[in-house]
């Protein structure tokens, strides 16, 4: 289990720039990947970005070429930097981390999240 506080969020104008931070604590070995997830009212939940520990990243289509993600592994830190922002983007923005930890009794296989931090984006 990890614990995940984000950071970042604010209000910004369309075109502008933020910068989010995911801070992990806890059994940060046993992560595997971490990712972040939007959610704006009304809808669905969606992937916004993805980061293996290996490096590999994926994005979803509506964000590419305008966000980055990145991570920190010795900091155990998740960012994401958000540049050229659309009104579309406002939601709030969960981190997420993807666990895999070995135990004496088994493999145990986890997706834990943190509690969000708000964006948005004006006209």
């Known amino acids: 289990q990890v614990q995940l506080v984000e950071s970042g969020g604010g209000l910004v104008q369309a075109g502008g720039s933020l910068r989010l931070s995911c801070a992990a604590s806890?059994?940060?070995?046993?992560?595997?990947?971490m990712s972040w997830y939007r959610q704006a009212p009304g809808t669905e939940r969606e992937l916004v970005a993805t980061?293996?520990?290996?490096?590999?990243?994926k994005y979803s289509d509506s964000v590419k070429g305008r966000f980055t993600v990145s991570r920190n592994n010795a900091q155990n830190t998740l960012s994401l930097q958000m540049g050229r922002l659309k009104p579309e983007d406002t939601a709030v923005y969960y981190c997420?981390?993807?666990?895999?930890?070995?135990?004496?009794?088994?493999?145990?296989?986890?997706?834990?999240w943190g509690r969000g931090t708000r964006v948005t984006v004006s006209s």
């Open positions: 997420s981390a993807d666990l895999t930890c070995i135990k004496p009794h088994g493999t145990e296989v986890s997706r834990d």
């Open positions: 806890g059994d940060t070995k046993c992560i595997t990947a």
């Open positions: 980061i293996s520990n290996g490096g590999d990243t």
